[in-house]
């Protein structure tokens, strides 16, 4: 089974308007962590937030929030107000473990979903 | 905030040849570095685990005879593509892990193999 399911190949976003970009996961260790890429054009990975398993509220992180339903294993992120420059592919990841030691902080990636932000 | 350089940005090579490609963490010390291989529009798949200062950790299918990783110090691990093939061209990104669960990426590198 996949690890991390992003249903959302292209997403299509107004400016100055919110997007929400889908991400469930599938894990039976209590302990893990999900994380937002971005990654622009130029290819570099730019990380934007991260919610632990444990974390008792949804993380934000200025016009990025992640909506943590644990329940139904989906951590989608939010963006508010996008920008032109949103316009990227965005990749969810899980970490599986407490990542303390050696090969812990393995990410498993999902397919990703490409941003366009439009005037 | 934690910065992290590959070196080269992109490579042209030719067919049998090995590529070298370095990855560094540079205002921190990164014990455990990743590599990642990402195909045009699609997904970074984990290629191994580079620990500092032990043998390196590969990912199921990755052969390690092919992808050669040198974790040796504390900021740099270096992959070298040996005998590089037109199949082996790819985008490779690596990661050093942070002090708690950060995971910090480099630029990339393009690797073309004619």
């Known amino acids: 089974a996949q690890k991390i399911t992003q249903t959302q190949p292209g997403m299509f976003v107004q400016e100055k308007e919110a997007v929400t970009l889908d991400c469930t996961y599938d894990?039976?260790?209590?302990?893990?962590?999900l994380f937002w890429y971005k990654q622009p054009s130029s290819g570099e990975m730019i990380f934007l937030i991260y919610q632990g398993s444990y974390d008792q509220q949804n993380a934000t992180e200025g016009r990025y929030s992640l909506n943590f339903q644990k329940a139904r294993k989906s951590a989608n992120l939010v963006i508010s107000a996008s920008q032109l420059g949103d316009s990227a592919m965005y990749f969810c990841?899980?970490?599986?473990?407490?990542?303390?030691?050696?090969?812990?902080?393995?990410?498993?990636f999902g397919t990703g979903t490409q941003l366009k932000v439009e005037l | 905030g934690a910065v992290v350089s590959q070196h080269p940005s992109r490579v042209i090579c030719k067919s049998g040849t090995s590529v070298k490609i370095e990855c560094r963490s540079l205002d921190f010390q990164a014990t455990t570095m990743f590599w990642y291989r990402q195909f045009p529009k699609q997904s970074l798949m984990l290629m191994a685990t580079?620990?500092?200062?032990?043998?390196?950790?590969?990912e199921q299918g990755v052969e390690k005879d092919k992808f050669l990783i040198n974790h040796a110090s504390l900021t740099l691990s270096t992959l070298t593509v040996t005998s590089a093939h037109p199949e082996d061209s790819s985008f490779y990104i690596c990661?050093?892990?942070?002090?708690?669960?950060?995971?910090?990426f480099g630029p990339g590198t393009r690797l073309t193999v004619l």
């Open positions: 580079s620990n500092e200062g032990s043998k390196a950790t590969y």
């Open positions: 894990t039976s260790d209590p302990s893990y962590g």
């Open positions: 990841a899980m970490r599986e473990g407490r990542g303390l030691t050696g090969g812990g902080n393995k990410l498993t």
């Open positions: 990661s050093a892990r942070g002090a708690k669960y950060e995971q910090f």
